[in-house]
């Protein structure tokens, strides 16, 4: 079983509706502040936690925000909290050409259509079969409103049969964000352009330290969060699409630790990039592949970028920064491409689950 996140878009709300969803926003925010304030107290429920309350809100709201508070423990104050709602509160329905969402405000029940891709209706129309509906969070993003709906749905992996298929290896590292390789076929992803784009934030967030501007670094970090992301959603389908194209059946990515440590590359490369979520990019590769029906396994790291896929030769001095050349055979490659071709073979044997 797999759980994704459905982002749905509300149809063309009226001026109205919306007035009404930013107060419904305002009015949760207000009230996970006040509880902050109040020291987090406990025990609490939809009844006994009004008295915190600046304006009306529906009582699964209220519950969802008891929640949202108690499990961001580190927040002093929230900037917004975003209304949520579980799966007993959020009815889905398809509804003529629409598939429609009713849920609770502090002005009563609404039901609005919603805007859903060929993929998303999939899912939906298996709601209640094989597709679990999960909690739901109505949030605001460039003047346009959305429903973000967990589901979880199963996942068919490709069995290992007695005729193996492709097998594609992935390496990741600070020079190269990833590389696949596949049967001799490779592809790159860059960090240069990830390196440029992090030192143009730290070096803005300096520049904001020095005039004290604390409102402009916070917000600028989570811009910078947002867009790293971003980059891993892109990278991830990416290298799934390119994998079902060529009737990769199997997926290998190494169990990473001290990808960081590894790092002898000037300081500012480093600090651009020692700090990207390799975890999170391997674990958005492995759930979008399986989703598309491809096995993922995990190897062992060790030796993957000191040995000589075609003769075996294993030995510190065959890398020399890029640049791999075997000194038993003679074989010459780019060090990042061996790597992944290694992954791919699992020279050091497969690991457990990252």
């Not at 580190?74 to 849920?103: C, E, H, I, M, Y």
């Not at 867009?227 to 997926?251: E, F, N, P, Y």
């Not at 065959?318 to 699992?346: M, P, Q, T």
Request: glycine share 8%; charged share 30%; net charge positive.
């Amino acid at each position: 079983m797999q759980t994704i996140t459905l982002r749905l878009r509300l149809h063309r709300p009226t001026q109205a509706k919306i007035r009404r969803y930013r107060e419904l926003v305002e009015r949760t925010t207000a009230f996970a502040n006040n509880l902050v304030a109040a020291g987090r107290p406990k025990g609490l429920t939809s009844r006994t936690a009004r008295e915190y309350l600046a304006g009306d809100l529906p009582s699964a709201v209220i519950n969802q925000a008891l929640r949202d508070v108690a499990a961001h423990r580190d927040v002093q104050k929230f900037r917004v909290l975003w209304p949520s709602f579980n799966n007993q509160n959020l009815r889905l329905k398809k509804v003529g050409d629409f598939w429609t969402a009713a849920f609770p405000t502090q002005a009563g029940r609404v039901r609005v259509p919603l805007s859903v891709t060929a993929k998303q209706e999939a899912i939906l129309s298996r709601l209640g079969r094989d597709v679990k509906q999960g909690a739901a969070k109505l949030y605001e993003k460039r003047g346009r409103w959305y429903l973000a709906l967990s589901v979880t749905l199963p996942v068919e992996e490709k069995a290992a049969g007695p005729v193996p298929g492709k097998v594609a290896g992935i390496d990741m590292g600070l020079r190269y964000l990833a590389v696949v390789n596949c049967e001799g076929e490779t592809l790159f992803f860059h960090g240069n352009q990830a390196a440029y784009i992090r030192r143009r934030y730290h070096a803005f967030r300096k520049r904001m330290g020095k005039a004290k501007a604390l409102k402009a670094i916070r917000q600028m970090k989570d811009k910078e969060a947002r867009w790293m992301k971003d980059q891993d959603h892109k990278i991830s389908r990416a290298i799934v699409d390119w994998c079902l194209a060529r009737g990769v059946s199997t997926i290998r990515m190494e169990k990473l630790e001290g990808i960081r440590r590894r790092n002898t590359r000037k300081r500012d490369f480093g600090r651009s990039l020692h700090s990207w979520s390799f975890y999170r990019l391997q674990q958005f590769i492995a759930y979008k592949a399986r989703l598309a029906g491809i096995r993922v396994e995990w190897v062992n790291p060790k030796d993957t970028s000191r040995t000589c896929p075609r003769c075996g030769h294993c030995a510190k001095e065959n890398r020399n920064g890029i640049r791999f050349r075997c000194g038993k055979c003679g074989y010459e490659a780019h060090a990042d491409v061996v790597g992944a071709w290694n992954v791919s073979l699992a020279i050091s044997g497969l690991a457990e689950a990252a």
